[in-house]
């Protein structure tokens, strides 16, 4: 079975950082993208942030650019994300996902999903 298991959550004020970690476990997701989404109130899901399995290319939305930083241990099956510089408008649920095939910027290419962990930035 699956699982995907976030961690890394929590409250800060704009302009700190927090980090965000997901064990993957089940399979071997090394060949496999990795990424993060996330889900503010009200909005749709969106794209944060990807890395592919095997040339780790990175990919990211352009509001976050500059600011967080995707990485993965392949040995661990984790993925990360750093984020500095939090604005309040990063607030958000944010989802580990686990890419099939297909666009990284689109849900409908994700085929697993991690639990969520909430992000509250404050003004």
């Known amino acids: 079975q699956v699982q995907l298991v976030e961690s890394g959550g929590g409250w800060v004020q704009a302009g700190g950082s927090l980090r965000l970690s997901c064990t993957a476990s089940g399979r071997t997701f090394s060949n496999y993208a990795m990424g993060w989404f996330r889900q503010a109130p009200g909005k749709e899901r969106e794209f944060v942030a990807a890395m592919t399995g095997r040339s780790a290319t990175t990919y990211y939305v352009d509001s976050v650019k500059g600011r967080f930083t995707i990485s993965r241990d392949y040995a661990k099956a984790t993925v990360s994300l750093q984020m500095n510089s939090l604005i309040p408008e990063d607030t958000a649920v944010y989802y580990c996902?686990?890419?099939?095939?297909?666009?990284?910027?689109?849900?409908?290419?994700?085929?697993?999903w991690g639990q969520g962990t909430q992000v509250t930035v404050s003004s």
């Open positions: 996902a686990v890419y099939g095939s297909g666009s990284y910027h689109y849900r409908e290419s994700v085929v697993y």
